[in-house]
């Protein structure tokens, strides 16, 4: 067992933990962060497991970098809707419908 | 290719080009829209005129090129298509000339016929498939081109006889797809073949063949209306005439018909269905629609709706002369197919007459029309007739071919069907005779209008009054060169030569 | 009550899939790789045109994933922004007057501009790049945000989409370049790899910070109505 | 054949059944009213006009037609035409402005399926006009209109298409089992088809429908009444005799004997013709004592098929027999029908004279001397002599025939009691007068004039008629001193 | 000329990205039609040229697999191509009318139309696991910024719920991307699948692909993870309604289809495939029976589309453990049905727009008696109804006709019924609104005729789906082979 596996499976437990906040949680931003907990799960995982036989991998480094660009770019936009949603509809999550109708899904 | 090759295509698309044509056309563009009609179904009837006239003399009509990897789409003509063909580009063009006449000043016209000639289209076009999945795809496309037809009038009662019809038809064509596509997943791709694919079939196959037939059969009998499956018929009944004659007598009904003439002839072959024991049951069912058919005709009070039972009752005669073993039976059982469009188209033009001029719709609205509109009381009376089989009209034809293949066949019992269906038959017609000619009429007609000299329009009155001499005359000169019956004879000879 | 179980059910669920990655983990982890993709890599390295390997990977080996991820950022940007009714610029309440962090706008602002410069500089050979200094830069337009210096280029104009876009549209440019050399889509001709790089690096870490600093502050403060289609307006 | 003859063939067949498209335009009342005598004038020529033995071959009808004339049609042709003839003139003269089109066109359809089935020999065609004139008399029978005659035209109707499918039926086998669409193939055939029974069956009941049997005649008292006088003339005299003539085409006379289908012919006939009889004397009104006269009647007939049924060898002279029965009772039975539509003349001379003059064709049904009715009385009584026939009922024969005579003598009375009562008074127009005329003459007169069926035993002539006069007048003696008896004890009651 | 092809398929979409966003609506139309027009024509030509040479491998940058990114450019990959540029240049022709090109924010959709169509194409030819990822969140980030643009209420709900369901599903794809990578050491497919076709299966990447696809099928909304769809279908404007139901769930599909063909067989399973075969199956139910239930025009298509894709994922059965023909024709079958119902789909989005332009309301009731005032719009509703209800001769139907001989052929009957149960469930919502529009009593008489640009569109894309059954054969020849590459590296 190699310090690169342990950050695998520590990504393991991560994605484990993120995965049931996203399904658990109903809070758009607890969701939100959820999900970047589970990424960086995913991202452990992605450098480590392939570090655990040779040496430092400069592929997945890179492609965790790429990784990370579109995690903070959907993070980003995710925030941007939730204020815009939480401004219109004074509601933090999508279990209930927002309370004036504007054609919402039926 | 030739030019011969592609015929069968023009056919088609003579239609398929006039519809199209129609649908661009403005709401009142009465009179060119009038004219694509007419011209159209002229143009078309001399084609098949040709096409006749040519597979008479033994010339091979056809085109194909591969659809979907496996199967091909196969149009072509031989002596059965032919009599479909003929059959409905005759009572095409007599239709449309009701039609025009009927929904004058109706609304939505270029709709109407627009999927009129749509659905005249998929009708020569299951006339001509040379192969099951040719058929499955116009016999599919009639469904659709039909609906927009039944609802024409868009009342409530007219959409929910439209569900009816297409959750009936639907879900025969699912089943009848089901089987076309395990045919071929057995067999290959199965072209309509005279003699059949079948006739030394390996007994392993025997179960599956069966299996297979009767969804076909069930497939094809939604729409051919053999009991239980004639659930649609009667109700589609709401919409406009000249579609519940379309219907009736040409398009969707004979399709189902025409189908399983097919199927039995030309896929299984009718010595391996005899063989494999599907005739038996298949005619078992077919008898005892005809009498189903006919008693629940007998307690309709809504004339259309008991020309409509007495169509559940007919269909099956076509059914029922396909499966008596034997070129005799299967002559009577085809001729049937025309014989019935034309007698059937003839009471619905009529249905429809008294409808439209004296707004008459139920039996007993009926006293005394005779006198009021004698020609199409006449032609109403002929049309009856012929259904009993009083001789010499085309229905008594039918009927001594099919009791003459019966007795062939060793199936004595198809004669007494065929006594009691006529007794029944004449049971229910006979009375609205009586009321037309001999009861005098009972205060006003519910809903008169006027034409001036003839008794109606002359554009329905001259249809009803053409089906009616072609009831008598295919009956009386049945013997006569092209006549239905010696048609008939011809392709019965070619199934069984080969 | 019944959540109770749900939460139970998904708890479990969520460990079982756990322990089943983490067996797949420990499973894999045994056996050898096929591909040695990293000696491959460093093989090929000084025909890259940068010395560092992740740098490489990023911007030559796999320089499409790259410019689609830029293409992402920018999406991220363009759909923020479309949202955005940046009236809220000039809002009052947004302006702190708090003066420790007025302090460290003016003392932290010129450094980190200083660090995002070295962090693209230093992409080359070591750890660091576009992206990061993107990041630093960005942060330091959050600080001047918050601070309330007024950014005009942020307002949604064409200024802002074009600060959005420059940087993906160098890369574009490059990357079609060497096309219509008739070599492949996005190849750096021969020898001038290092510098286009470094030319792509700097567009894009404007551009990064541009987009993300554009996502802060396209929150959205005041609502505009627009009838949805189908609904009587 | 010249080509005349075809002409006059097809015209005979085709003049009444186009005649009816006379009534697509409006405005020819009057001359549809006129034409209605001519209609069977081709149909007379051709009977009387040619040899017998022609045949036309029309081979584009139906299933291939064929058209005839033996000697046995050529009777029942001459006996149809004469008989139209005669109740068209009258008809001309009877018919009110009502409806009147509609009946000439079911005159002329009805027509036209009587004579064409009396000239098709191939089957589809015969069968055709047969139903023809099946349906087409319904026109007739509910012509009037009243709530009486609809409900006999149902009854009609309903025994008819009965009769019509199990013709249809009979036929079918028949034909399969000949593998022929042609008549005469088809008695040989069913004498020697397994099915035998079930096609004599059939085509017996089918038919029978039309010629009264038993059971399957509840339409006819009920028809013939109602209908107007003419039509009720031709109904009695000339369709139920097409029944008659199916009969004799299409069963297995002369093939093979059939005792058990010949005794029950003869049951039935007896049952027949006294049934009828006494159900007969029961009725009011003079045109339902005609129609069970005519059952009667026809029950006499079928004493002879079934005497021929179960002989094969005697088969021939009583088809020819049951032909010239049937010729006597067509004309005297169309007169007496009409008859019932004459007004009696106010002047007591003329009354007598009428009386007289309606009353000489009913004695003539009775067997009367010196009448057709003597003669084909004679006629049969000879060929059913029991030492001709062989088998179980041919000891019974005489005494039924004696019987016979005594119900029809019964009838005869009773019709006239009740023809006194229900008779009108006045006068008549030219064309009743001219009508009913020539329908006594040609009972009482014309009849000697016709050509006789061959293979009869030589006619009776005057000598015999004395000679046997005793015969033939004792159940007619024998009745009327019954009817006076009733007559005296109701008197005597009413007192 | 090839590379030129190539080199102009992959920049054009992105530069025209970068124009748009730099114009306003009316002038990116423009621009944006001109784009659509050298896409189109890009994209005809590359398709012409595998048609004649046969396809190959793309190294970008000069790199090949596994050091660089290889795209794999074959029969099929073109044909999706095309396929795109006919439904995307339809759906921005009729978006250049359709949308109100006053609103401010209405600019950005030219970017965001771009940027999605960039990434359609790198999903239909990318070779290399982690780039397509980058080409899914592509994909899934403009089509939630799409959607959500105009930012309202209704439409931001659906937005979130489909950006939550997208992010969920790339990151469960890139777990599997991790462990393929970690047990790899490539990330090109074909690499992985050449070693796997001689070496024994390594223990615990049946997990890698199983994640991958589940993540893929999350973003495919296979049912039970369908519920984000209908509702971002639904509320979108409608030509970005018919560009997510027709191109955009068929990218994530493509991709997992591709790793099942490839890697299916020997990572996979007999219970896994049956599994997302019954997926598949409760989706074409449960979604058809929705889609009955809908009382929006829009919604009614939305839950059809999630039924029609249920059908695809009959793919996974039907081509695992089966003779050479079977998998063949459940591959033609699949093939065709993503064609058709990304041509049928989009028809129908479209002509609900339009519809709803007319009787200005999106409610089903609306329609009642449009059909008497005969728009073209209802007319290819109908047709593209038709080809859903996959009845002859329409591509949908060729489509259900390869799978139905595919699952006969296979033995696995119990897929028939479900075929044929849910060509009678799509006729029962389809049929309910022809229903609607025959409907005569209610009288209005209130239409608006939209202009005929807007009509023509997606009557060209329904006759295509209709006429996509005839020339089925011819189409499918072009993709002879689909998914077998040469030279793989």
């Keep these: 067992m190699t310090s690169s596996l342990l950050y695998a499976l520590a990504g393991t437990l991560l994605c484990g933990i993120g995965l049931f906040g996203m399904l658990w949680l109903s809070h758009l931003l607890r969701k939100l962060l959820a999900f970047n907990i589970m990424g960086s799960g995913v991202f452990l995982v992605l450098v480590g497991l392939p570090q655990n036989q040779g040496g430092p991998d400069p592929v997945p480094q890179a492609l965790v970098l790429t990784g990370i660009v579109v995690a903070i770019a959907a993070t980003a936009l995710a925030v941007v809707l939730i204020r815009r949603y939480y401004h219109l509809s004074g509601l933090t999550t999508l279990d209930e419908e927002p309370a004036f109708r504007e054609g919402g899904p039926e | 290719m030739t030019l011969n090759a592609w015929l069968p295509v023009f056919a088609l698309m003579t239609s398929l080009v006039a519809s199209l044509v129609i649908f661009a056309l403005p709401e009142r563009g009465y009179r060119l829209r009038t004219a694509v009609n007419l011209g159209a179904a002229v143009f078309k009837l001399a084609l098949v005129a040709v096409m006749v006239w040519g597979v008479f003399q033994g010339v091979e009509y056809g085109v194909s090129f591969t659809m979907v990897p496996g199967v091909d789409f196969v149009l072509k003509a031989d002596a059965l298509s032919m009599m479909f063909a003929g059959l409905s580009a005759v009572l095409w063009f007599l239709t449309t000339i009701y039609a025009v006449g009927y929904l004058e000043d109706s609304p939505n016209r270029s709709r109407f016929f627009g999927f009129f000639s749509l659905c005249v289209a998929s009708t020569m076009g299951i006339a001509l498939a040379g192969n099951l999945f040719t058929f499955f795809l116009f016999y599919e496309m009639l469904t659709l081109a039909t609906y927009p037809l039944v609802v024409h009038r868009g009342t409530e009662r007219a959409l929910k006889a439209g569900r009816t019809y297409v959750i009936y038809t639907l879900t025969g064509g699912a089943v009848l797809l089901l089987a076309i596509a395990w045919l071929q997943g057995l067999a290959g791709d199965l072209h309509f073949q005279e003699g059949g694919h079948f006739g030394g079939a390996d007994p392993a196959m025997h179960g599956s063949l069966t299996l297979i037939f009767v969804l076909l059969i069930a497939g094809l009998g939604v729409k051919a209306a053999i009991f239980p499956l004639h659930g649609w018929l009667p109700q589609a009944m709401v919409a406009p005439a000249p579609v519940s004659a379309l219907l009736h007598a040409v398009a969707v009904v004979k399709a189902g018909a025409f189908g399983i003439v097919r199927v039995v002839y030309d896929i299984y072959g009718i010595e391996a269905s005899s063989a494999l024991g599907l005739l038996e049951p298949l005619a078992w069912l077919a008898a005892f629609t005809m009498l189903y058919g006919s008693v629940r005709a007998l307690f309709q009070m809504d004339l259309k709706r008991r020309l409509a039972f007495s169509t559940v009752s007919q269909v099956s005669y076509i059914i029922l002369g396909i499966c008596l073993f034997g070129p005799v039976g299967a002559t009577g059982g085809l001729v049937h197919l025309l014989h019935q469009g034309i007698m059937k188209i003839t009471l619905f033009f009529c249905a429809g007459n008294y409808a439209e001029t004296l707004g008459i719709h139920r039996i007993d609205e009926m006293d005394g029309a005779g006198r009021r509109m004698p020609g199409t009381s006449l032609a109403f009376t002929l049309g009856a007739f012929g259904m009993i089989g009083a001789p010499p009209l085309a229905g008594f034809i039918t009927k001594w071919t099919m009791g003459t293949g019966a007795l062939a066949a060793d199936m004595d019992w198809v004669i007494a069907v065929l006594v009691l269906s006529s007794v029944l038959n004449a049971a229910y017609f006979l009375p609205i005779l009586h009321r037309l000619w001999f009861r005098e009429q009972s205060g006003k007609w519910p809903h008169e209008r006027y034409w001036g000299r003839l008794e109606t329009s002359a554009w329905l009155f001259w249809p009803p009054v053409l089906t009616a001499v072609m009831t008598v005359l295919v009956g009386v000169l049945a013997s006569f060169p092209f006549s239905p019956l010696s048609w008939a004879e011809l392709v019965v000879l070619r199934a069984y030569s080969s | 009550m019944i959540r109770v179980v749900r939460l139970l059910i998904l708890a479990v669920a969520c460990l079982a899939l756990t322990a089943a990655l983490a067996a797949s983990i420990w499973a894999i982890a045994g056996n050898p790789s096929p591909v040695n993709l990293p000696q491959l890599l460093s093989e090929n390295l000084d025909r890259s045109g940068v010395e560092h390997p992740v740098t490489a990977v990023l911007l030559n080996f796999r320089s499409y994933d790259t410019l689609l991820e830029i293409g992402v950022l920018v999406i991220a940007g363009i759909a923020g922004i479309s949202m955005a009714k940046t009236a809220s610029l000039e809002d009052p309440e947004l302006r702190t007057s708090d003066a420790l962090l007025y302090a460290l706008q003016r003392w932290f602002i010129p450094l980190m501009l200083v660090l995002a410069g070295y962090l693209l500089w230093a992409g080359a050979d070591r750890p660091g790049g576009a992206f990061q200094a993107g990041a630093v830069l960005a942060a330091t337009g959050v600080l001047m945000r918050l601070g309330g210096v007024p950014m005009e280029f942020l307002r949604p104009g064409l200024l802002l989409r074009l600060g959005l876009a420059l940087g993906f549209m160098v890369f574009l440019l490059v990357a079609v370049a060497s096309a219509i050399g008739g070599d492949a889509f996005l190849a750096y001709p021969p020898g001038m790899a290092k510098i286009l790089i470094v030319v792509i690096e700097s567009v894009l870490t404007l551009s990064i910070a541009m987009v993300l600093l554009a996502l802060f502050v396209s929150a959205p403060v005041n609502d505009a109505e627009d009838p949805e289609e189908g609904s009587p307006s | ?495 | 000329m090839t590379l030129w092809l190539m080199a102009g398929l992959l920049f054009t979409p992105l530069a025209w990205a970068v124009l748009t966003l730099l114009t306003d609506f009316s002038r990116g139309r423009l621009v944006s039609w001109v784009g659509i027009l050298v896409q189109a024509l890009v994209s005809l030509g590359l398709w012409l040229a595998v048609n004649r040479d046969g396809g190959f491998y793309y190294g970008l940058g000069g790199w090949d697999a596994p050091l660089g990114i290889e795209l794999r450019v074959d029969g099929l990959a073109v044909t999706f191509v095309l396929l795109t540029a006919v439904v995307a240049g339809a759906c921005g022709l009729h978006a250049g009318v359709y949308i109100d090109p006053d609103k401010p924010w209405h600019r950005y959709f030219w970017p965001l139309f771009w940027f999605l169509w960039s990434g359609l194409n790198a999903v239909w030819l990318g070779g290399d696991l982690f780039n397509l990822y980058v080409g899914l969140e592509l994909i899934s980030l403009s089509a939630v910024g799409l959607v959500a643009l105009g930012g309202q209420a209704g439409a931001l709900r659906a937005s979130l719920r489909y950006l939550l369901a997208a992010l969920l599903g790339s990151l469960a794809y890139l777990l599997g991307v991790a462990l393929m990578y970690g047990q790899f050491g490539t990330l090109s497919i074909a690499g992985v699948a050449t070693w796997l076709s001689d070496h024994p299966v390594p223990a615990g990447s049946g997990m890698a692909l199983a994640l991958m696809i589940a993540g893929l099928a999350l973003k495919t909304a296979l049912f039970p993870l369908h519920r984000w769809l209908p509702p971002a279908h639904g509320i979108a404007k409608s030509p970005v309604s018919a560009l997510l139901s027709a191109l955009v769930v068929k990218a994530s599909f493509y991709i997992a289809a591709r790793l099942w063909l490839e890697l299916g067989q020997p990572l996979g399973s007999l219970a896994a495939a049956q599994l997302i075969g019954l997926l598949g199956s409760a989706a074409v139910v449960w979604g058809s029976w929705l889609a009955c239930r809908q009382q929006r025009l829009k919604q009614v298509v939305a839950y059809s589309s999630v039924a029609q894709i249920g059908y695809l994922f009959l793919l996974f059965p039907l081509t695992f453990s089966v003779s050479e023909t079977v998998s063949l024709q459940a591959q033609q079958g699949m093939t065709l049905q993503v064609i058709s119902h990304a041509l049928a789909k989009a028809a129908m989005f479209l002509a609900a727009g339009n519809l709803i332009l007319s009787v200005g309301s999106n409610r089903i009731d609306a329609l009642g008696g449009v059909s008497r005032f005969l728009p073209f719009s209802l007319f290819s509703f109908g047709l593209a109804g038709v080809s859903l209800m996959s009845l002859p001769p329409t591509g949908g139907f060729a489509a259900k006709w390869l799978l139905l001989q595919a699952s006969l052929g296979s033995g696995q009957w119990w897929w028939v019924l479900v075929l044929l149960a849910g060509g009678l469930l799509s006729a029962a919502y389809v049929f309910r609104i022809y229903r609607a529009s025959f409907l005569e009593s209610s009288g209005t008489d209130q239409f608006f005729h939209p202009s005929r640009s807007l009509e023509v569109i997606p009557m060209i894309l329904a006759i295509l789906a209709l006429g996509m059954g005839l020339v089925s054969d011819q189409v499918l020849s072009v993709m002879a082979l689909p998914f077998a590459g040469e030279g793989a590296p």
């Excluded at chain 4, 499918?165 to 009979?170: E, F, S």
């Excluded at chain 4, 089918?206 to 006088?229: E, I, N, S, Y």
């Excluded at chain 4, 005579?405 to 229900?422: E, K, S």
Aim: proline share 6%.
């Design chain 4, 1 to 495: 054949m010249t080509a005349f003859d075809v002409v006059l063939v097809l015209l005979a067949v085709c003049l009444p059944l186009l005649y009816p498209a006379m009534a697509v335009a409006a405005g020819y009342e009057k001359a549809m009213r006129y034409a209605l005598p001519l209609l069977p004038l081709p149909a007379l020529m051709l009977a009387l006009g040619t040899a017998p033995g022609w045949q036309l071959e029309l081979p584009w009808l139906l299933n291939g037609g064929l058209w005839g004339m033996d000697e046995l049609r050529r009777l029942f042709l001459l006996l149809t035409a004469i008989l139209w003839t005669l109740a068209g003139v009258f008809a001309v003269g009877y018919l009110k402005a009502h409806h009147l089109q509609r009946f000439c066109v079911f005159w002329g359809l009805t027509l036209a399926g009587n004579l064409g089935l009396t000239v098709a020999v191939d089957i589809a065609s015969f069968y055709s006009f047969f139903a023809l004139m099946t349906f087409a008399g319904y026109g007739l029978v509910v012509h009037e209109g009243t709530a009486e005659a609809n409900r006999a035209g149902r009854v009609y109707l309903a025994m008819a298409v009965v009769g019509e499918m199990a013709i249809l039926a009979g036929l079918l086998l028949a034909s399969a089992a000949a593998d022929s669409q042609m008549l005469p193939d088809l008695p040989a055939a069913i004498a020697e088809a397994p099915q035998r029974d079930l096609m004599i069956g059939l085509l017996i009941a089918g038919f029978g429908v039309k010629a009264g049997l038993p059971l399957l005649h509840f339409w006819l008292p009920l028809a013939h009444p109602v209908a107007p006088t003419p039509a009720s003339a031709v109904l009695s005299g000339a369709m139920i005799k097409a029944g008659l003539l199916g009969w004799l085409v299409t069963l297995p006379f002369g093939e093979t004997s059939l005792p058990m289908w010949g005794a029950l012919m003869v049951v039935a006939g007896a049952v027949a013709s006294l049934g009828a009889a006494a159900l007969g004397v029961c009725q009011q009104r003079p045109k339902t004592v005609l129609a069970y006269s005519s059952i009667s009647q026809m029950g006499l007939m079928v004493l002879m098929m079934g005497a021929a049924l179960a002989n094969s060898d005697v088969a021939q002279p009583l088809i020819a027999g049951m032909a010239l029965f049937a010729l006597h009772h067509g004309l005297a039975k169309g007169s007496l029908f009409l008859s019932t539509a004459v007004a009696i003349p106010l002047a007591p001379g003329g009354r007598w004279l009428m009386w007289v003059l309606i009353a000489l064709p009913g004695l003539s049904l009775a067997g009367l001397p010196f009448t057709s009715g003597a003669a084909s009385k004679l006629v049969m009584k000879e060929l059913l002599e029991p030492d001709n026939l062989e088998f179980a009922m041919a000891a019974y024969l005489p005494m039924l025939i004696s019987a016979g005579g005594i119900a029809t003598m019964l009838l005869v009375w009773r019709f006239l009691w009740v023809q006194r009562a229900n008779a009108s008074y006045g006068g008549n127009s030219a064309m009743i007068w001219l009508g009913w005329g020539m329908a006594t003459v040609s009972s009482l007169g014309v009849f000697w004039l016709l050509p006789q069926p061959g293979g009869l035993p030589p006619t009776p002539g005057l000598d015999a008629m004395v000679n046997q006069s005793w015969g033939l007048l004792w159940p007619a003696l024998a009745a009327t001193l019954l009817a006076s008896v009733v007559l005296a004890a109701r008197s005597i009651k009413q007192r």
